[in-house]
């Protein structure tokens, strides 16, 4: 694979992945974790999908109540840690500088390279187009996971969220189908972060360094 190496390194730059990155990134996997547990015990009270249960291995919760119990702690800290980590991406330019531009030549490329299995990830400072592609729509997911729940949640006082999806089974069923999206990512992204371990280190330990803001586009406001 051929790979171009796009940022130069310094020992006095900011890290890869800058310690709020990483914090709010491990907070996020957890909560999200949690969300999707408990989410499965609940919905096990009342399925969607006729033949469809979830294991209860796979449930947090023993049962549909305290399995609420979990979704709403679970709610608030993903809510708020994800509000946390849109603002800090966009206010100190890093999704511009990580995840933009995304060209459709790249994602073919991509798409070809990881068909043949050509996965190696040599410069962990650029992410390939479909990792992009990938962190937008679990970004995108997660946002509506928010407002589909409190449509779920509170359909009256939200009952405008509601008539968005047509009728609350609607608001449930787009919840349902974030949820999957979410999943089918994470099954994904573990999976490339097990295959090149070199990246789970990285978002643990902050990766290397990359030149000063001065020498490349900004990572403006980034912590070191
Ligand atoms: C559903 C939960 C998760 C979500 C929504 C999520 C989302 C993300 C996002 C958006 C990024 C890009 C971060 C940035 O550069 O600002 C990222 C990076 C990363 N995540 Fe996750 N993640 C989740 C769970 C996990 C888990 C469980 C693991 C561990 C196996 C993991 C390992 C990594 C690694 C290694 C990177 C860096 C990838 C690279 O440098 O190529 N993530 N994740």
């Known amino acids: 694979m051929t790979v171009t190496i796009s940022q130069s390194f310094a020992s006095d730059g900011p890290r890869l992945h800058p310690w709020p990155v990483r914090i709010m990134h491990w907070i996020n996997a957890v909560a999200m974790i949690v969300m999707i547990g408990s989410g499965w015990g609940i919905y096990n009270d009342s399925v969607i999908f006729g033949s469809l249960y ?3 291995p796979v449930r947090l919760g023993s049962w549909a109540a305290e399995s609420l119990l979990w979704h709403f702690a679970g709610m608030w800290v993903l809510a708020l840690n994800g509000l946390a980590y849109l603002v800090y991406g966009f206010v100190t330019g890093r999704f511009r500088e990580r995840l933009l531009p995304i060209r459709i030549a ?3 490329r991509t798409v070809r390279e990881t068909l043949r299995f050509q996965i ?8 390939n187009a479909v990792q992009k592609i990938l962190y937008l729509v679990v970004m995108v997911a997660g946002v509506m996971q928010v407002i589909t729940g409190l449509a779920v949640w509170k359909p009256v006082q939200f009952s405008w969220l509601v008539d968005l999806f047509g009728t609350f089974q609607g608001a449930r069923l787009a919840h349902f189908l974030g949820m999957a999206v979410i999943v089918c990512f994470l099954l994904v992204h573990v999976t490339l972060a097990l295959l090149v371990p070199r990246t789970l280190w990285a978002m643990l330990s902050g990766g290397p360094r990359l030149a000063p803001p001065r020498l490349r586009n900004p990572h403006a406001g980034e912590p070191r």
């Open 54 to 56: 979830f294991p209860q």
């Open 106 to 108: 790249d994602v073919i």
């Open 120 to 127: 190696s990830h040599d410069d962990l400072t650029v992410y």
